[in-house]
């Protein structure tokens, strides 16, 4: 995904006079942005490692007119720098991009300091962010052109997880996979392929979201109805994420809500993303045993 | 009637909620010499994108800043008579969104350089090459990490659009030993330090900039 954003955020550059792109050394070297730093000059900052900079700096350059795409870490552009991403653009009137990789626990070998399951929860503290959570490559560059185009303010988590297939719906709404009546599992990015491993046999609807602010809550309350108002979220970032999106979007009707998710704990373990997918009940295993006791099947 | 500072100087009492709690006029001396003499922004045009930008980072008691604005003609002078009133949109911070000619939302220190900065190359990307940037902070400001992330990047950066004015107060807790003008030269500024009474030495030190390199101007309040 990364790759992807590289190279199309490379592509908007030459077209767009009015695209910025800041680093903070993350992405800036040799087969990454390092050419594009040659080609615009002007646009393309690397501000060496100062996150609280970066951010600042984007905010600066959308006060001059720019459209900026700030692109680090996770837990540095997001959370070292929040109180940037808090009050330097929508504080101010205007709106930026903000681009991370590393995710949850891409980097497990890197443990704890570069993990960032609560980042998603922390757009949810602040007004008007749209947040895509691309579960394929094929899924990173609609959003991120459309962001280039507009003045709204974006996160774009990136993640070297992965589903075999691009699913995700150009407009933002859910894309329903299968049909069943016992429960409606809404995957989050690159969740899908094993909640589809987890429930190959169960009689439940599937439906994915690669953008998650706004949430698709219409057709989410459309599904729920056809499933007994029986919901299951699987997230890629802190459990609960979405839960009180989902209970405002149904407070008028009784539902259950199942809610996965990266839990809180500091495990102070590293081993492999598959590892940690295991070690948060994320794997199919852990999936359809935390849906088999909330399904009682 | 032209604005003189004995003008901004009473506009500014105007803003005195409480007064047990006199406004600290310290800061008028620099911004009153910024916009009568050092600024070009007309009220008339506060959107020209030519214009000069001021970021006031140091958001504290804008009192002072009010009273320029309102003797310059971006806003009305019986504005002053309600800060922080329920409908005012004067508040104890100011606020770019409720505020003309009000260029940046300040309270939390340490923003304003980094959006300067921002700003500075923003302009020049877009081949806007007239303006300059200027940020007004605050000696205990200093203190916040961001503003020491921007000092050097602008200094390293020779961004020569930019212009930060620090209000020497002598308020930082652990103070500036060796003065506060040597940080920034260290970090490839210029950097000048007046008095802050002292109306024509601040509106040359703000014009001692050259183009290669980002200026500092300390005005230093006397104990």
Redesign the interface.
Known sequence: MRDVFISETARLLDDN?RL?L?LADISAGEGRFAQAGVDHP??V?N??I?E??M????????????R?IAHSYAPFLVERAF??VK??FG???TSGILVSVGASYDWSEGGYTHFSPRDVALFDTIPGWTVHVPGHPDEVTGPLRAAADSDESVYIRLSNRRNAEAHASPDGKLTVLKRGGQATVVAVGPMLDNVLAATADLDVTIAYAATVRPFDTQTLRELAGTTADTIALVEPYLAGTSDHIVNAALTDRPHRLLSLGVGREDLHRFGTPDDHDSWHGLDPAGIRASLSKFLSV | MTATFETARQLAQRTVVDPRYPINTYTLDPLWVLYDRILRIDSADPDDPNRDRFYLSKGHGPGSYYAVLAAKGFIPADWLDSVAATESPLGAHPDTTRVPGVEISAGSLGHGLPLGIGTALGLTAQGIHAPRVYVLIGDAELDEGSNHEAMAFAGAYGLGNLTTLVVDNHSATHGWPGGIASRFTAQGWTATTVGITDHDGLASALTRHTKAAPHAVIATVED
């Not at chain 1, 700096?57 to 959308?62: R, Y």
């Open positions: 006079p910025a800041v002007d646009r900052i501000v060496g100062r609280q900079l951010v600042g700096v984007a905010g600066g350059l959308a006060l001059a007119g720019l900026p109180e940037q009050l330097d504080h101010q009137g």
